[in-house]
């Protein structure tokens, strides 16, 4: 384990190469064994069914710590949400917090990251129309696999239900996976590609976007800097506001 910790926990690039291109491959690591503080954006240019736009914005932090003998990595974040209804005006406030921990596993290969935990929802939404209602809890799993200091992928796995808040609210059960490609460009440039793919198991619906962006990582004093911009094509949807395009921006700051 303590040769896992030394070579980063999480992947640092096993061939080796430019330090600009260990950081392009490193800031899109959700599991880097750094502090991270994200600033992203999520249009929805138009939701099934009700023709209608959204955004979320959300500001995101990332921690590594140590508990019960292993190395974990905590992930927090908490939307802003600008949602259409029935009125034809839009509801705009805080939603739901999410928080998860993911407990590194040692893979035996330095430049594979595995980690499993638990995830938990806190209804924290302003108004009802911004968020579940509902407490949840369910699992996250992250894989990130940077042995190639050309291509990095991998994914995020997550599942949650509720288990209390508003009687009158629906029960909850929702499971998301997020395929993620990253391909190094040279001089810190590289193309990506992160939909997140969810589906309800209390309501079958279902939304499939596919994404191609661009994005630029900077290796400051103080921070390594990765901004970026993807468009994205839902390819397959079920149901009433699901997205059926979005744009997916922002900034990542890792210390």
């Known amino acids: 384990m303590k040769q896992f910790a030394a070579a980063g926990l999480l992947g640092l690039l096993a061939a080796a190469g430019p330090a600009l291109a260990q950081d392009a491959a490193q800031a899109n690591n959700p599991l880097a064994n750094t502090k991270a503080l994200n600033f992203q954006t999520l249009y929805t240019g138009e939701l099934t069914g009700v ?62 990251s595995f980690g499993v935990g638990p995830e938990f929802t806190l209804p924290t939404a302003s108004e009802d129309s911004l968020g579940a209602g509902k407490w949840q809890a369910g699992f996250a799993n ?56 969810s589906y309800s198991f209390t309501t079958d619906a279902y939304a499939v976007p596919i994404g191609l962006g661009v994005g630029k990582v900077i290796k400051t004093p103080r921070a390594v800097v990765n901004a970026f911009l993807e468009p994205q094509y839902s390819v397959a949807t079920r149901g009433d506001g699901q997205p059926e395009w979005n744009i997916f921006g922002g900034v990542n700051f890792q210390f």
């Open 51 to 112: 023709d209608r736009d959204a955004n979320q914005f959300t500001i995101r932090y990332a921690q590594p710590f140590s508990a019960f003998g292993g190395q974990w990595l905590m992930r927090a974040t908490l939307p802003v949400n600008t949602f259409p209804v029935a009125d034809g005006g839009n509801d705009t406030g805080l939603g739901d917090f999410n928080v998860f921990a993911a407990y590194l596993i040692d893979t035996g290969d330095p430049g594979i």
């Open 142 to 197: 992250v894989l990130f696999d940077a042995r190639s200091p050309k291509f990095q992928w991998g994914y995020l796995l997550t599942w949650q239900a509720s288990f209390a808040g508003e009687e009158d609210r629906p029960y909850v059960s929702v499971g998301a996976l997020q395929p993620f490609g990253f391909y190094q460009l040279g001089q810190g440039w590289y193309l990506r590609s992160t939909g997140i793919w």
